[in-house]
């Protein structure tokens, strides 16, 4: 008898009610030169040492503290979840179903130890080559 690998699992966004920490910001597509910019223009309010980044090229993903997160016209917020604290979701959608059974099955899919899974544009952003940012890759992103 042979198993089926390719199993679906059924399942939808549904709306986040909870309170939530943020761990990081992300920005898609034209939000993210708003993002640079705002980082460039503000570098007293902001120690860059503080954060990592992962970048795609519609995307970018900043890491750190809630309290040392910046608050941009557009941005998003990611957070961990709570149950599989590899899995990073949006703050403001959570899956519909437990996220132990999506973590295993992205962590196995795209081979990583955490993830960054989004509801709008519907993506897995793998998370295990994370950056410093620096004002140089900054001012290069621009």
Same mark, same amino acid.
């Given at each position: 008898?042979?198993?089926?690998?390719?199993?679906?699992?059924?399942?939808?966004?549904?709306?986040?009610?909870?309170?939530?920490?943020?761990?990081?910001?992300?920005?898609?597509?034209?939000?993210?030169?708003?993002?640079?910019?705002?980082?460039?223009?503000?570098?007293?309010?902001?120690?860059?040492?503080?954060?990592?980044?992962?970048?795609?090229?519609? %995307?970018?993903?900043?890491?750190?503290? =809630?309290? /040392? $997160?910046?608050?941009?016209?557009? !941005?998003?917020?990611?957070?961990?979840? #709570?149950?599989?604290?590899?899995?990073?979701?949006?703050?403001?959608?959570?899956?519909?179903?437990?996220?132990?059974?999506?973590?295993?099955?992205? %962590?196995?899919?795209?081979?990583?130890? =955490?993830? /960054? $899974?989004?509801?709008?544009?519907? !993506?897995?952003?793998?998370?295990?080559? #994370?950056?410093?940012?620096?004002?140089?890759?900054?001012?290069?992103?621009?």
């Amino acid at each position: 008898m042979s198993s089926n690998s390719n199993t679906n699992i059924q399942w939808h966004w549904q709306p986040n009610n909870d309170t939530v920490a943020p761990i990081a910001v992300v920005a898609w597509h034209e939000v993210i030169g708003r993002l640079i910019t705002h980082l460039l223009t503000n570098q007293n309010s902001y120690d860059l040492s503080q954060y990592q980044f992962v970048k795609g090229n519609d %995307f970018i993903v900043i890491i750190g503290q =809630s309290s /040392l $997160l910046p608050w941009v016209d557009g !941005v998003q917020y990611a957070m961990f979840d #709570k149950q599989e604290p590899g899995l990073w979701l949006p703050c403001h959608a959570k899956p519909s179903i437990a996220t132990s059974l999506l973590a295993k099955a992205i %962590f196995h899919q795209f081979k990583c130890e =955490s993830a /960054l $899974l989004w509801d709008q544009p519907k !993506v897995v952003i793998p998370l295990n080559q #994370k950056w410093p940012l620096t004002k140089e890759l900054l001012e290069y992103e621009l």
